[in-house]
């Protein structure tokens, strides 16, 4: 309250943030965005998911669980193996389990503590790949929507973002469109991450939106015009959008992971700076555990190929956690 | 003393600092960059020219000035006007005055204070432009020359910076020879700011050298794979410096001066970044003063021209010290 009645407005840059608290900055008539309203559609994934279904946006079956034996009719319903999830507070893979078969449901309720935890299930989607668009859409329904980019997952950890994806313009099209349908349908203003799947039949299927600049918008600080960034604070604050486009034919950015748990400053800062292109981002946290986003690096080039490997290079110098 | 026992180095972004204060830090064994060894050679204007001319470099006859006969005798030798300057704490044309004849001789020492202040005079330098060059040195020698640029004064106040210059390959490596031999002979380590003259009949003259990232590089931010302030940051961490390479064939950088005496925030700011590619930049001063730099606006393009086209365009809609 005191933050809020001193500035022009309050965003958020982490979305697991309890909504009653926020709801007083906007009781008290200061400007808040997103709005709680945004937010409320969002931190619950399956009210997201309802709203998205609502908004006619193609996504993967779920449904909310509420106990082992409902899971396992869904399972059935579904097929095994699909992926069991907390409704609140998940990312990065943390709050989620699948299930292979009716035999793991106990386990599954076990792990994520159906007892005390809403729950929902996916359908597994077999992508052939993962999509994400940074978007930021303006206070008065205005969209800035960035180049489609593909993203590697290991472990549900986000490794490399390659912009821009290597998929047809029709295809792109249709991610961008499912994107800005996404953002309108729970009114949000600021920039949001969706991320998408590509399936093997050629389908782009809506994964999640998160209401914040995101990993998969890094890329935009060195490769667009201007930066999601960039663009979160001219939407908060009321100001024209920027440039979405690229500045180089390519840009890939990958993340660095803490490689053990250990302090949070790297190893081998120097050498990868000696890499010329190399955008070395590290983020300063005191700690290192490993799989932690510690920071990541960015390059351009004329092709994601280049680009990749300029970056690769780069990041393969940089160990989080290590003793020196 | 307590910054620098808590860091890996101290380093500075004004030169007007009293390095007796500073030698504290060094004599201590904390790292200080640029030393005060460096500052020492800058700081007095003349003891820089002095330092400058024993490293074989060219420039505009100065002489220093210890009454106002002494600055008669000089005018005569060589030839009016002269610029009068204070041997320190001179910038943005703070502390000159360009004495126009014998009878202004006067005038000129009344207004600097000789009484007072330590002055020197420097023959005026009929040059065709103004060019810089940023460079920064690394702690082992090494070196990260930039661009040579074209600044634009008015009333020693830099107004726009075109990024190449337009000048022949030939006088560019002079003009990049010179600075680095500049910043070798102070022993200079970080981002240094040498400003030049092109003579009208085509010499390159050492101007001046600022011990620090200056207004000239401002475009390096989105101009160049690696910005004048990251390369600093490099430089006093002992780290590799980075490509000085543009990311466009053109960029320009135009200030935003202080219209008025008034607060520091601008207007026309939501206008300025309604033009595609203006990277408006505002620097949260508390006040605006008439000609104070108060901001500034960069913009990339194919040309020059395309480039200062936007960058003047987005600059003109911003007002600082007019109220709303």
Redesign the interface.
């Known amino acids: 309250m005191k933050l809020a009645s001193e500035v022009d407005a309050v965003t958020i840059e982490n979305e697991f943030i309890n909504p009653d608290g926020l709801a007083a900055i906007e009781k008290c008539g200061h400007l808040l965005l997103p709005s709680t309203a945004t937010l409320r559609l969002i931190q619950d994934k399956f009210v997201q998911k309802e709203t998205l279904a609502k908004a006619g946006l193609s996504m993967p079956p779920y449904a909310a669980v509420s106990s082992v034996a409902d899971l396992q009719r869904i399972g059935k319903e579904f097929g095994w193996p699909l992926v069991l999830k907390k409704r609140r507070n998940s990312y990065d893979g943390k709050g989620n389990f699948t299930v292979r078969s009716e035999a793991e449901a106990t386990e599954g309720w076990k792990q994520l503590d159906g007892e005390r935890n809403a729950l929902y299930a996916e359908a597994f989607c077999p992508f052939e790949r993962e999509l994400a668009v940074i978007l930021t859409r303006s206070r008065d329904g205005q969209h800035a929507v960035y180049p489609v980019v593909e993203t590697v997952q290991k472990n549900h950890i986000c490794h490399v973002v390659r912009a821009p994806a290597d998929v047809s313009a029709s295809l792109a099209a249709e991610a961008r469109r499912l994107a800005t349908k996404a953002v309108e349908s729970i009114e949000g203003v600021g920039t949001f991450g969706i991320e998408l799947f590509l399936t093997k039949d050629g389908k782009v299927l809506v994964n999640e939106i998160a209401p914040r600049v995101h990993n998969s918008g890094h890329y935009t600080i060195e490769g667009c015009?201007c930066s999601q960034f960039e663009n979160h604070v001219?939407a908060v604050l009321?100001?024209?959008l920027?440039?979405t486009q690229m500045?180089?034919s390519a840009a890939v950015m990958v993340n660095l992971l803490g490689a053990s748990k250990g302090p949070g400053q790297p190893n081998g800062?120097?050498e990868a700076?000696?890499i010329?292109?190399a955008h070395v981002h590290v983020y300063g946290k005191a700690v290192s555990v490993t799989g932690r986003k510690m920071g990541h690096v960015t390059a351009?080039g004329n092709n994601v190929a280049e680009a990749e490997k300029i970056a690769q290079d780069a990041a393969a110098h940089i160990i989080f956690g290590a003793t020196a």
């Open positions: 015009v001219r009321g100001w024209p920027g440039s500045v180089a800062v120097g700076l000696e010329p292109g351009l």
